[in-house]
């Protein structure tokens, strides 16, 4: 029985090797899995006197995991009973393989992906937990280390299942199981929006959401169109916010709330590259009537509501 043991306590510890990648990090040598960078960098150091035990080093440590692929990426939430098909939302852990512990500081911090939400029968509901392309998602600690030393980082490579977010080319097409055909957009790309009838775009260059001529350089006028896996419905978020183009009491705006009034529908038109975006919840369509950019209901058919993907 002893030695029955012992061998499942050794089959548990390769398994456990297997399913978790380590790597050494420094602040100057971060390390790389699944299109994740993670590292550290040194925000300040002090020489800090720990009780009686003597002086020790202090750093002051931001730990960053960082998205440099090209695609949103995933941890998809399993269906099922029991603890094994939970998904979780941590990313990375680091561990300081030489620090004390000691006055209210940390030996360990874990980097979470942010939940991710899908409308599911008029209801919002957590999807899974995701990192966007190009996102980075940090925070801060404190580690007391013996005098002199550097910190002896290791990263601890947590997220297994993650997986790029299902994406396609702009102007592409799908059947979907009802026969019907819709368009399909990348759901990790920053896109200019124009509009065709004015030749403006949408952007937040003044703060709140207005379609106008831009400078190609401007991140006020690039968005993330991100299909809602299981709906049909995109959102639109701009790259200096996190907040969703959304229908705000009875004109467009940007909202903090992912609902049907944030989730739009691409509707197709003769052009494989144009598109109408319709409002999931009222049916109304983004449109620019008087060089404004406006909600409604009665232009859906006309130009000024006709929109290509730059």
Known sequence: MKQLSL????????????????YTVTDKSPALADGLEMGYTIKNTAEKAV????????????????????????IVIKQ?????????????????LNATGARFTTKSAILRAEPYNEVRDKRTVLAGYSIKAGQTITTDAVVIVPLHQQPNMQAVYLAKSLQPIASAVIGTQETNPRGTIRQVFPTSAFKRIRNTLSNTYLNLET???????????????????????GSGYYTFTNRLKANYVAIVG???????????????????TQDVNLFR??????????????????????????????????
């Open 7 to 22: 061998f499942c306590l050794f089959t548990l510890a390769i398994l456990h090797s297997f399913a978790q990648q380590t």
């Open 51 to 74: 009780g009686d035990k003597g002086e020790f080093s202090r750093y002051a440590i931001r730990f960053y995991v960082k998205n440099i692929s090209a695609q949103e990426k995933i």
């Open 80 to 96: 099922g009973l029991g603890s094994l098909v939970n998904s979780s939302d941590e990313l990375v852990q680091f561990n300081c």
């Open 207 to 229: 703060g709140s959401i207005r379609c106008s001529t831009v400078q190609t350089d401007w991140p006020s006028a690039q968005w993330r169109v991100a299909m809602l896996p």
């Open 250 to 268: 009875i004109d467009l705006g940007m909202s903090r709330t992912l609902n049907n009034r944030s989730s739009w529908i691409l509707e197709p």
């Open 277 to 310: 975006i319709k409002n999931a919840e009222t049916g109304e369509f983004v449109c620019v009537i008087a060089g404004q950019v406006t909600i409604s209901s009665l232009m859906g058919k006309n130009d000024n509501s006709i929109w290509v993907f730059e």
